[in-house]
């Protein structure tokens, strides 16, 4: 199951359920997708083919939307 948290700008932005527990956040674009993660601090982790461009925006949009994205990160993964 990857339920998606939200999309914008041509970008899907998800999360996948059976996978590590450090929060972070998948996207994807019409040219790959991308791993952020979100502790720490918000970095790029891996890059699978998404322009410079596309990842510049995917870093703005995750930044952005923090708060949505640990709401719901919480809701899916409890506990």
Do not use: C
């Amino acid at each position: 199951m990857s339920p998606t948290v939200f999309r914008k700008g041509g970008l899907r932005f998800y999360f996948f359920s059976r996978e590590e527990k450090r929060r972070h956040i998948h996207v994807q674009g019409a040219d790959g997708e991308a791993k952020f993660w979100l502790e720490p601090k918000i970095e790029l982790f891996q890059n699978y083919g998404l322009s410079q461009r596309s990842l510049k925006k995917a870093l703005q949009l995750v930044e952005e939307h923090k708060d949505e994205i640990y709401t719901v990160w919480n809701k899916h993964f409890p506990g």
